[in-house]
């Protein structure tokens, strides 16, 4: 059996290090961390193989050799889909981000509105859903174990913490993997 799961919580709480325990474990172990939010410093001392994607193509891929010709790892992990909605698909899509990981022009940037909203959470529900479906893959040989990191966001009015992701992807997106 292999875990699908995302992981939320505030800054600092130990996801990224949470993450990387999964080294520890032979069942898990050898692991990738894809780090968006190039925040690894609290797991420098770990032996674990990082790739930090600059864009949308580079996101691809690593998710096409995951998929396809993988045969290293066990499993993998998305350190966070914050970043990744704020930096790489809102960046995307407003053209505020270029391909070697730079903003266009820091004096101008025009509000999302609410098509790029809608957007960016096709974006994230696609990505999620990718990725989580590395667990089934029909090559057994090629299944990974998938744990994916959000910051944690409260819904006063609904009671709730959820993933810091844009209006229904925060909801969501648990539905989409098991933990």
């Known amino acids: 059996v292999y875990v699908n799961m995302i992981i939320f919580g505030v800054s600092g ?3 990224t290090v ?17 780090d968006i939010d ?6 420098k001392d770990k032996k674990v193989d990082t790739v930090r994607p600059k864009s949308w193509r580079e996101l691809q891929s690593i998710y ?9 790892y066990r499993s993998v ?32 940037s025009k509000p999302p509105d609410r098509q790029d909203w809608l957007r960016s959470g ?4 696609k990505f999620i859903r990718a990725f989580r479906d590395l667990a089934y893959l029909p090559n ?5 174990h998938v744990i994916m990191t959000a910051l944690e966001k409260k819904d006063d009015a609904r ?14 997106c648990s539905a989409l993997v098991d933990i």
């Open 18 to 34: 949470f993450c990387a325990t999964a080294q520890d474990y032979a069942p898990t172990s050898p692991m990738l961390i894809i």
């Open 77 to 108: 992990a998305v350190d966070s889909l914050t970043e990744l909605q704020r930096k790489l698909s809102m960046g995307s899509i407003l053209g505020d981000t270029d391909e070697t990981d730079g903003y266009r022009d820091l004096s101008r």
């Open 64 to 72: 096409d050799y995951l998929r396809r010709e993988n045969v290293k």
């Open 140 to 144: 057994q040989d090629r299944r990974l």
């Open 159 to 172: 009671e709730l913490i959820t993933p810091d992701l844009p209006g229904v992807v925060g909801l969501g």
């Open 122 to 125: 096709q974006h994230m529900f």
């Open 38 to 43: 190039r925040g690894t410093l609290s797991i």
């Open 13 to 15: 709480a130990g996801k």
